[in-house]
């Protein structure tokens, strides 16, 4: 923070000296122009710019010794005012990043290999990091907000404070040794403009990109996403997802084995879900081998658990399906269409002039 606002204190401190070593030699150079001793001359230059005043050497009684003074006086008092406010700044620098644990998390983030960067921690950005951790995947946070930081450092995250659109944090973020970046900004043009930098600086790099609106993940994907996420259309469709399939969570629960499971079934494309087949379901009273074959390939068939009656697991394709079943399904596609399937009311039959 101090270098973007400052300057590097090491850089200013370096000027300062070298400012101050100017004045002091053309001073003494001056005074030594003038007659005077070389001893003389550096006594004199620090006896001003130190502003001890123990009286001049020399009398100063010519207009050339009186202006060089003067000049020693404005220029080398103001030169280590301003060296004794670079030394300040130097100290305390070093020892906020001391107190802050800055350096250590910096050479633990240049340890990392592998990793996962996630640029913004928003509300996106802060239910990542806790899956991530969950899983014991490393990964470092770009974040500019000093709130936001202040929250992610609070749970031992690795965090660096710094823009991520700047090529800079990138990089300090260990982008070339990286294996995937997400970037779920809640601005499309800041989410672009990061992708592009992303993958300038690593071409092997996964890149996962957030959209607001449709229209941007075209534009993420051209500017070098591999995956653009629309959080308004996941979330319209887990909502669908919780009105197609309310067994679920009663029927699995949350434990940890079954998170597991879900966890790991993901990893190869596929999901669980559990349905109760509801009475006027246009599967009721169709087997097994049907139901699947309507669903085209979206989803199998797993196990199937009668209200009062006995489970099938592994049920075969002439297992009858009936109304209040609770069926098990593994889902190969979209959840939302296989689930469309089993809530889908039977079609009415004709029966000579009658509908049944």
């Not at 990089?171 to 997400?182: D, H």
């Not at 499309?188 to 941007?216: C, H, K, M, Q």
């Not at 559990?274 to 097994?288: C, N, R, Y």
């Not at 099938?312 to 593994?330: C, N, Y």
Request: net charge negative.
């Amino acid at each position: 923070m101090a270098d973007g606002v400052f300057g590097s204190p090491l850089l200013n401190l370096a000027r300062t000296l070298a400012f101050v070593g100017a004045v002091f030699v053309l001073a003494s150079a001056g005074y030594v122009a003038s007659g005077w001793t070389l001893a003389d001359a550096t006594y004199m230059v620090t006896l001003t710019i130190f502003s001890v005043g123990y009286g001049e050497v020399h009398p100063i009684d010519t207009a050339w010794l009186r202006t060089l003074t003067m000049s020693t006086m404005v220029l080398g008092c103001t030169g280590m005012i301003v060296l004794t406010g670079a030394l300040i700044q130097v100290f305390a620098h070093y020892q906020l990043r001391s107190l802050l644990g800055i350096d250590r998390m910096q050479s633990q983030i240049e340890r990392l290999s592998g990793h996962a960067i996630i640029c913004g921690y928003g509300r996106i950005g802060e239910q990542l990091g806790k899956e991530l951790s969950a899983a014991r995947q490393g990964f470092v946070i770009l974040e500019r907000n000093p709130a936001k930081l202040a929250e992610a450092q609070a749970l031992g995250y690795l965090c660096l404070a710094g823009d991520a659109t700047d090529e800079a944090s990138l990089k300090a973020a260990g982008i070339e040794r990286a294996r995937v970046l997400a970037t779920v900004l809640p601005d499309d043009a800041l989410n672009v403009f990061i992708t592009l930098s992303a993958r300038s600086l690593n071409p092997r790099l996964e890149i996962i990109a957030r959209g607001e609106i449709p229209t941007t993940e075209s534009k993420l994907i051209h500017a070098g996403a591999d995956k653009v996420v629309l959080p308004t259309h996941i979330g319209a469709e887990r909502i669908a997802e919780m009105i197609l399939y309310p067994t679920t969570a009663r029927f699995m629960g949350e434990s940890q084995p079954m998170r597991d499971l879900k966890r790991g079934l993901h990893e190869f494309g596929l999901e669980i879900e559990a349905v109760t087949v509801p009475a006027d379901s246009a599967l009721a009273g169709e087997t097994v081998g049907e139901a699947e074959r309507r669903g085209g390939g979206a989803f199998f068939i797993v196990q199937i658990d009668r209200p009062d009656g006995p489970s099938f697991l592994h049920p075969g394709e002439g297992v009858w399906i009936e109304a209040g079943d609770t069926v098990v399904l593994v889902v190969r596609s979209t959840k939302v269409a296989a689930g469309a399937i089993f809530a889908a009311p039977k079609k009415p039959i004709k029966v000579g002039r009658t509908w049944t």
